[in-house]
Structure formats: C-alpha cells, structure tokens
C-alpha cells in the first residue's frame, strides 16, 4: 500500500502540479509552431526563402461494404508527389515537388501561374484517348466535359512585388471512377 505522505510522492506531487501550471503559461498556438518551424528550416538552408506555399490534401470517399465509421466517411491525406507548374505569360512548365505533408514551397519571380496534375500534362487529344471509355461499367459523358476536366487547374495565382500565396488545396475522387468526373459508373454496388 501507497503511502502517501511519503516525501517522494509529496515531491512528484508538487513536480506535476507546477509543471502543469507552467504548460498552461506556455500555450503556443499550431500556427507559431509551424511559422517558428519553417523559419529554423530557412536559417538551416533546409528549405529556402519562399513567397509561394501550397498544402495539397485529397479526399477519398467511402465506396460500400460494411457500415462506415466517421473516420473511414471523411478519409484524406497529403497529396505528396510531382505536379507540374506553368508560367502563364512565357508558357514554361516545370516539375515541382510536394513534400511528406503535401506541401510545396516556392520562391517565383512576378508573373501568372498555374499549378496542375502531372497526368494533364499531355495535349488534349492524348488525354481524351487515355481517359474516355472505360469498359462495360462505365458511361462515358461528351467530349466537352473531358476538355473542362483537362483544361481545369489545381491553382491559377499572381505573383508580383508584395504578393505572398499561402493556400490549401483539396481534391477528391469518386468511387469506381476516381479522379475522373466524365465517367459514369453504371455497374454493381458493394452490399
């Protein structure tokens, strides 16, 4: 049995309780975290200098089978990977990256961009042939709806001398169909 007037319980006592009150005078916000976090990321030359700051996240929708938990009817994660940006005024495409957290940083000159899938980096023509028509499942909707879906961004923005584009982006799927809103599906549903 515990005693508890023993001088080492007393001392672990009045440890936690004055530990706990100097976290409460002590609260940082996620933000300060974060901003505190990116600047020692700077000064360590880890990432550089940025005017430019993208978190990508994509959404994935529950498609059946047993009842769903919350979790499994909101799932999402951070769309790490290549995407391709487009200078709009001298027409020049490069390959960025997002990072573990989907997140891309860049520091761009003044100008009109554009941020987009790799898998539309391709002319029209290609696209369509690679997308439309999926198999017996599947209807597939006009030519029209596949030029909107290709010539759609992730994200247009401006940059010029005072200009700093922090944002999120968020993009989904649909079931049996995926990334690809011209398709619909016409086959069989999970129970």
């Not at 020692?40 to 047993?66: D, K, R, S």
């Amino acid at each position: 049995m515990m005693n508890y007037k023993s001088p080492i319980y007393l001392s672990i006592l009045f440890f936690l309780v004055f530990a706990c009150s100097s976290v409460k005078n002590n609260v940082t916000t996620n933000k300060e975290i974060t901003e505190a976090k990116l600047e020692v990321l700077e000064e360590m030359g880890i990432i550089e200098q940025h005017n430019v700051e993208v978190q990508i996240t994509q959404t994935f929708p529950y498609c059946g089978g047993a009842a769903p938990t919350e979790e499994m009817m909101n799932q999402s994660r951070p769309a790490n990977g290549n995407y391709i940006l487009v200078n709009k005024t001298s027409k020049q495409k490069s390959t960025v990256v997002a990072d573990s957290t989907g997140t891309i940083y860049l520091n761009l000159e003044n100008g009109e961009y554009s941020l987009r899938q790799t898998y539309k980096d391709m002319t029209f023509e290609e696209f369509y042939a690679k997308n439309s028509g999926k198999g017996n499942s599947f209807i597939s909707r006009d030519i029209d709806c596949y030029r909107k879906w290709w010539e759609n961004n992730l994200l247009d923005f401006t940059i010029n001398d005072t200009t700093e584009v922090k944002t999120k982006v968020t993009f989904g799927s649909a079931c049996f169909t995926g990334n690809n809103p011209c398709l619909i599906y016409t086959g069989p549903y999970p129970p």
